[in-house]
């Protein structure tokens, strides 16, 4: 299998996290709770601790997956932009999987300052926070918007990809930071998939295509938790993990949701990309090849490329770069079909 076209290969033992202290901020989302699922499903960790803003959603989500059955369980209020409450809900924490942002385009772009405070503060706050509280691993989500950014979203979270690569330098690799980047997922609450199958349960007469030529990458929560979960394993500090997934066009996804409503094209959104990108021509030269990813190496003097090389990992050609409209792995209607099946949506 050279790529993930089902649940991800851990490549190791889940019950390596049992008797951990967890931590993942972003909690509530669509990937918070997916993890604590997966967590809850395949290890016993001492303490698992959903980290959000939101006591609402801590309700909801406390209401479905109780402490009263989940002994390891904490739901701990706190924002990433209180590095002081950041630290005292990380005391005794191994491990923390940072999924917090605010992740809406147009919010972004209409809302500057609060994107930065959330986003690049803090980022900044989780790498100071995990620093002093003393955890051992600390891995980031990231999103394909951050590579050659166009909006403020994008620019806002490669900075914090910056941020979190530059943490191994702060800490002398204690704890290791490493950062996973992917696509979109199928079936999130920001997914197309949902706003699709609303207009159609609604009676509408077309889906909107913004661009039928628009292609983007795709990935299931399952997988995307599982990628973390591998990626938190197999990291020294400093990695940019990226899954090597198939690519599929927006249009024909929706024609798969909904083959006898026509689709009619309204043009591309402000700050979006008619293809995405993960890996640029100029990262391709720090790009080592896995069977199932891509690991984009740092530059740091301790890092180690063998970890990768024992793998299997290869150097990627030259001018290389990791588009979704390039990508030599696509998804077909039965490959959709069997994601969305998964996933619910």
């Known amino acids: 299998m050279a790529a993930l076209d089902g649940n991800v290969d851990l490549g190791y033992d889940p019950k390596e996290l049992d008797g951990q202290s967890i931590l993942v901020t972003g909690g509530t989302g669509s990937f918070g709770q997916a993890f604590v699922r997966r967590i809850l499903e395949c290890s016993k960790p001492r303490r698992l601790i959903v ?3 939101d006591e609402l959603k801590q309700f909801d989500m406390a209401n479905v997956l109780r402490p009263s059955e989940h002994p390891s369980l904490r739901y ?8 002081d409450r950041l630290e005292m809900a990380m005391r005794g924490v191994d491990i923390v999987v940072h999924a917090a942002a605010m992740k809406q385009v147009g919010a972004a772009e209409y809302n500057p300052f609060e994107c930065i405070r959330t986003n690049v503060h803090g980022a900044e706050n989780i790498v100071t926070a995990s620093i002093r509280a003393g955890v051992k691993k600390v891995v980031a989500l990231s999103t394909d918007k951050a590579c050659s950014p166009i909006n403020l979203y994008g620019a806002s979270k490669l900075a914090s990809d910056k941020i979190f690569i530059a943490g191994n330098y702060l800490s002398a690799l204690t704890p290791p930071f490493a950062v996973v980047r992917y696509g979109n997922v199928l079936g999130s609450r920001g ?5 699709f199958r609303r207009l159609v349960a609604d009676g509408a007469d077309h889906l909107p295509i913004t661009d039928l030529r628009m292609t983007r990458f795709w990935i299931t929560l399952r997988q ?34 909904a083959p006898d409503l026509p689709l009619r094209e309204i043009g591309i959104r402000p700050g979006e990309k008619l293809h995405e990108e993960m890996i640029t021509v100029d990262d391709s030269r720090n790009t080592l090849r896995l069977r199932d990813r891509y690991v984009l190496a740092p530059v740091l003097g301790e890092w180690d490329a063998s970890r990768y090389t024992e793998r299997g990992a290869t150097p990627v050609e030259n001018g290389f770069r990791y588009t979704s409209d390039t990508n030599t792995d696509w998804l ?3 490959g959709l079909a069997r994601m969305l099946a998964e996933t619910g949506a």
């Open 51 to 53: 980290f959000s803003r």
């Open 76 to 83: 701990f209020i706190g924002d990433v932009r209180d590095v």
């Open 191 to 195: 997914s197309v998939v949902p706003f």
């Open 224 to 257: 995307g938790v599982d990628f973390v979960l591998s990626s938190l394993h197999m990291m020294q500090g400093g990695e940019l993990f990226i899954p090597r997934i198939p690519s599929m066009k927006v249009s024909e996804l929706a024609r798969h949701l």
């Open 332 to 334: 077909d209607s039965p």
